[in-house]
């Protein structure tokens, strides 16, 4: 018996558009259907490799009666209105990290896919890699011992490279730039491995990019037991990618394609290999927001976990205006007014 599978739009198909459209396909619950970018070439392509549908605008997409979810692989800034349309029509949402551009919009998104009884799966795909899957093992057998801090860095040079979308570089429209495309992937995946964030401390400056728009940033954050999390993410340096956790036996550290424990009682380090893993995190994201719809479950990274990494990168974004430490209570309580 073939597998039952849900129609699917995508909105946006250039760039990481692509990486969303592999995993569709890859995932053997979901079709597509119907596509569609301001790219009209974009779209022309893909719909010579799958023979999907060419939609003449994004509101052609959202009513489109024979799909039953859309995807968005669009700017952060067009993600509310994007979505408002689609659950207008009933649609199961995937919207690509982070949610939204503000607390007010998430809440309004969560609220709606609530109401109409749809999922809404957020595209936080780093939490599912296999060496974060594997970090969370070690770390409830507690073989590192205790938990007493958290580091981590992810930096790209994209600020430095040419054909970077404008509205990343808008301050308006992406705020805390480096932190809201990189650093948020590690402030979820941390809440996955050990909890969430209660309070953020962040500095941010202008280095290397034309303009105003912030491109080195730094924070200190506390989880809710009150370890300390150092997060930094440029966007005009070498690739950078790691997430260290220091226990009261050992350090474990996470690279995307391998992990290493030291163990303070053993001379012997551990070191695994996941260089085989390819695009599995994004793949195995697409299939659970299949399954989600087939199965009437909750995702794994739903609404509310989409909402908190969002809480966390406003509450930087205000520590740097203000001067301050800002909480995630906060965020979250004045937005709410």
Not at 92 to 117: D, R
Not at 198 to 226: F, H, R, W
Request: hydrophobic share 40%; proline share 5%; glycine share 8%.
């Amino acid at each position: 018996m073939n597998q039952p599978k849900i129609s699917v739009g995508l909105a946006g198909v250039a760039n990481h558009g692509t990486t969303i459209l592999n995993a569709i396909l890859a995932s053997g619950n979901l079709q597509l259907e119907t596509c569609y970018d301001t790219d009209l070439s974009a779209s022309e392509q893909v719909r010579a490799r799958t023979g999907c549908r060419i939609a003449g605008s994004y509101e052609e997409l959202a009513a489109d009666s024979q799909i039953q979810a859309v995807a968005l692989v669009t700017p952060n800034h067009v993600h509310a209105d994007q979505f408002r349309k689609a659950i207008a029509f009933g649609k199961h949402m995937f919207v690509e990290k982070p949610i939204s551009n503000t607390i007010p919009e998430a809440k309004e998104m969560i609220a709606l896919a609530k109401k109409s009884g749809r999922v809404l799966l957020v595209g936080h795909n780093t939490r599912r890699r296999r060496v974060f899957r594997r970090a969370k093992q070690i770390l409830q057998e507690g073989t590192i011992g205790k938990i007493v801090a958290v580091e981590g860095n992810l930096s790209r040079p994209v600020g430095l490279q040419p054909g970077m979308p404008p509205w990343k570089s808008d301050p308006k429209k992406c705020p805390l730039l480096p932190m809201t495309q990189l650093g948020i992937h590690l402030v979820d995946t941390t809440a996955y491995l050990i909890e969430r964030v209660k309070s953020v401390s962040c500095i941010a400056t202008n280095i290397a990019m034309p303009g105003n728009v912030y491109d080195s940033t730094a924070a200190i954050l506390q989880l809710e037991s009150g370890i300390p999390f150092s997060l930094t993410s440029y966007y005009v340096s070498p690739d950078a990618y790691f997430l260290r956790i220091y226990g009261t036996k050992g350090l474990l550290v996470c690279h995307p394609t391998h992990l290493r424990m030291e163990l303070i009682d053993s001379k012997d380090v551990v070191e695994e290999d996941f260089q085989q893993e390819g695009a599995e995190s994004y793949i195995l994201q697409m299939q659970e927001f299949g399954d989600c719809i087939l199965n009437g479950t909750r995702p794994e990274t739903g609404g509310d976990e989409g909402l908190h990494a969002l809480a966390v990168i406003e509450a930087m974004t205000r520590s740097v205006a203000l001067g301050r430490a800002v909480t995630t209570n906060e965020v979250l309580h004045e937005e709410s007014r």
